[in-house]
T-cell receptor
């Protein structure tokens, strides 16, 4: 299942700087997109989402951008903090079934 | 904050044995899911459950798998005859009925088949 792709397996960023995580999808039927954060030995934690009728959603330090024509979304974390070090998963679903298709994840390391 | 609780956190079983993974979803959620993540691979959808029946299942969810909601609180995943390739983290999740897309996931059960 390659419907959701995160092509960068890892990202290292200095504390205080911006982290940008990218995600591409192929299924044009997806109409809801989510980002999850995962620490070791824990389940994915919902972070932020965006519906296909929007192109931006912001929640505190986290902003998700959606470019439907390019089938691309990104997550911006500003400013990055050491506690942000985790694996970030992009996920997508159709309104019809709510089943999530996940990307492979990007491991973010925030350096002090 | 409400949680999805999974037990056990780690289960080791011999190949061919049956295992039951248990989950207690959030009490006012009505949609339940199982996902799994094989080490180094993506999180994959297994099955969704609503109104006491399976609403959708993936190709992975073959006849060896079953789900049940035996009472008002528990949601279980049974693997009848485990195979080595069933070794994975299994995540239970639940979702609000309307207006909420963000699932709440449990911490997972690490299943090791030896």
């Amino acid at each position: 299942d390659q419907q959701v792709k995160q092509n960068s397996p890892s990202l290292s960023v200095q504390e205080g700087r911006i982290s940008i995580l990218n995600c591409d999808y192929t299924n044009s039927m997806f109409d809801y997109f989510l980002w999850y954060k995962k620490y070791p030995a824990e389940g994915p934690t919902f972070l932020i989402s965006i519906s296909s009728i929007k192109d931006k959603n912001e929640d505190g330090r986290f902003t998700v951008f959606l470019n439907k024509s390019a089938k691309h979304l990104s997550l911006h974390i500003v400013p990055s903090q050491p506690g942000d070090s985790a694996v970030y998963f992009c996920a997508a679903s159709e309104l019809s079934d709510y089943k999530l298709s996940f990307g492979a994840g990007t491991t973010v390391t925030v350096r002090a | 904050e409400p949680e999805v609780t999974q037990t056990p956190s780690h289960q080791v079983t011999q190949m061919g044995q049956e295992v039951i993974l248990r989950c207690v979803p959030i009490s006012n959620h009505l949609y339940f899911y199982w996902y799994r993540q094989i080490l180094g691979q993506k999180v994959e959808f297994l099955v969704s459950f609503y109104n006491n029946e399976i609403s959708e299942k993936s190709e992975i969810f073959d006849d060896q798998f079953s789900v049940e909601r035996p009472d008002g609180s528990n949601f279980t995943l049974k693997i009848r005859s485990t195979k080595l390739e069933d070794s994975a983290m299994y995540f239970c999740a639940s979702r609000v009925t309307t207006g909420g897309y963000g699932y709440t996931f449990g911490s997972g059960t690490r299943l090791t088949v030896v």
